[in-house]
């Protein structure tokens, strides 16, 4: 390794080690909210482009394949959030003892091949129920045909999009935030070249917009994979140290299973939710997905937070730092209420303005205001909510990351049935609201149960064992 790497890896280190608690979290949440902000941009502009054809059912489309994006996000997620946080945990562990470092070569191995392998099982299978998936998904007569092509290409770069989620989440857990967003901006300025070409040049419509979003993933991968090539001191993506060893495993899908159970009731509430909001028509789930959309901006603010500080608890964690991991977790509550309290009431403020840049149709905006609104309310919640998962996540407390990742999908179902039953469209765009007010104070009162856990792993040094060469 170069002096000018060695010098990047340590200043990446440094921030998780020693910085001031303000400048690691800015270093670390900073590079990731703006990365989110931008995705979150290209979300809203890429409807917009969807919404330049003029055609309802491919707004729809977009929205009944909405639950492929989870789908990703939960096979990236188990091997990238749990073997990120994993190796996060190990290079603080590393020093108090400087052998731990040889292990996070077999983690990160491991996490990226098995979210390739994983994304290629499910992709394959999602090819060959296409049809049986699509009705499953709820799209109607009118949106069938343009939600089968976005959904079947997207399923072919399910590999390309778990691996992409899972590198972004190592790359972070050595603190390279910098780098991340690097990547993410990259793939996103691709993906809006990509969406020019495909959509308003070549007319591909949602086909040409999935298309645009699995070739942008390439060159976000093609970034990240060099970069821990010739930059990371103790990882390798090279397939000679995958291994399938418990030590490796456990501790990975302990921390990861919560991601899949996630994705999973996301997808089970996104059909649910999709079957009983298109009783009420296409206008309601154009405006459905455009408020979304919208939301999104401070709600990606909120989470370049939540999972940017993630790292920095693992190592404080790892390392048995109880005074920083206290630091750390306060002062990443602080930022959470500011931009919650900040940019929520923005968008609120401009929600008329913001909801007829989108649509001139008078329906679609009224419902659409409701959403919005209800949304942005939802968020609040949530970016709390987010924050004691990360925390979970990163001192390695399974159980609790799992109740956290799966609450929402279990509370959500029967809530949105019961308020479609009881105050129809109404209650269903309020049940998310609820549901996420709920969550969080089952957050609390979990956070409050670990707490004796959680100082014990403190004062035992490390989380986690040594891993066993010998076991390889």
Not at 116 to 128: E, H, K, P, R, S
Request: charged share 10%.
């Amino acid at each position: 390794m170069s002096t000018v790497q060695a010098d990047a890896v340590g200043t990446n280190r440094w921030y998780l080690s020693t910085a001031p608690i303000a400048r690691a979290l800015v270093h670390l949440c900073v590079p990731m909210a703006a990365a989110m902000v931008v995705s979150a941009f290209y979300n809203v502009v890429n409807g917009g482009f969807i919404g330049s054809q003029h055609d309802t059912a491919l707004l729809a489309a977009i929205t009944f394949g909405t639950p492929l994006l989870g789908l990703v996000m939960a096979f990236g997620g188990i091997f990238g959030v749990g073997g990120g946080a994993l190796i996060s945990r190990l290079l603080g562990a590393a020093e108090n003892d400087p052998a731990r470092a040889g292990e996070i070569k077999h983690v990160s191995s491991f996490a990226v091949w098995g979210s390739v392998i994983a994304g290629a099982v499910v992709g394959g299978a999602g090819l060959l129920l296409l049809h049986p998936l699509v009705t499953l998904l709820g799209a109607d007569a009118a949106a069938a045909s343009a939600t089968r092509s976005y959904v079947a290409v997207m399923l072919a770069f399910v590999p390309v999009l778990a691996a992409a989620f899972c590198l972004e989440q190592l790359v972070r857990a050595e603190g390279a935030a910098r780098q991340a967003m690097t990547g993410l901006i990259a793939q996103t300025v691709a993906n809006l070249v990509l969406d020019v070409l495909f959509i308003l040049v070549l007319h591909w419509g949602v086909a040409g917009a999935a298309l645009a979003i699995g070739l942008a993933n390439v060159v976000s991968i093609a970034y990240w994979a060099a970069w821990l090539q010739r930059r990371s001191e103790h990882m390798s993506l090279a397939p000679r140290w995958f291994t399938l060893r418990p030590a490796v495993l456990k501790p990975v899908f302990g921390v990861g299973a919560g991601q899949l159970f996630q994705a999973a009731f996301l997808i089970v509430t996104s059909l649910v939710l999709n079957n009983l909001a298109a009783a009420y028509g296409d206008s309601a789930l154009a405006a459905m997905g455009v408020a979304v959309r919208i939301a999104q901006v401070p709600e990606f603010l909120v989470m370049g937070v939540t999972i940017g500080v993630l790292p920095l608890l693992a190592y404080a964690y790892g390392k048995g730092d109880r005074a920083r991991l206290a630091a750390a977790l306060r002062g990443s509550t602080i930022a959470v209420g500011a931009v919650v309290l900040l940019f929520s009431t923005t968008v609120f403020l401009l929600r008329h303005q913001v909801l007829a840049a989108f649509s001139a149709d008078h329906s679609v905006l009224t419902v659409g205001v409701t959403i919005l609104t209800a949304q942005l309310t939802a968020m609040i919640a949530n970016g709390f909510t987010g924050l004691i998962t990360s925390l979970f996540q990163a001192t390695g407390r399974a159980l609790p990351a799992t109740v956290m990742s799966t609450a929402q999908g279990v509370l959500f179902i029967p809530v949105v049935i019961l308020g479609n039953l009881w105050f129809g469209l109404t209650g269903i765009i309020w049940a998310l609201t609820l549901t996420e007010i709920t969550v969080l104070l089952t957050g609390v009162v979990l956070l409050l149960a670990s707490r004796r856990s959680i100082a014990r792993g403190l004062g035992e040094g490390t989380p986690e064992r040594a891993l066993d060469m010998a076991d390889a």
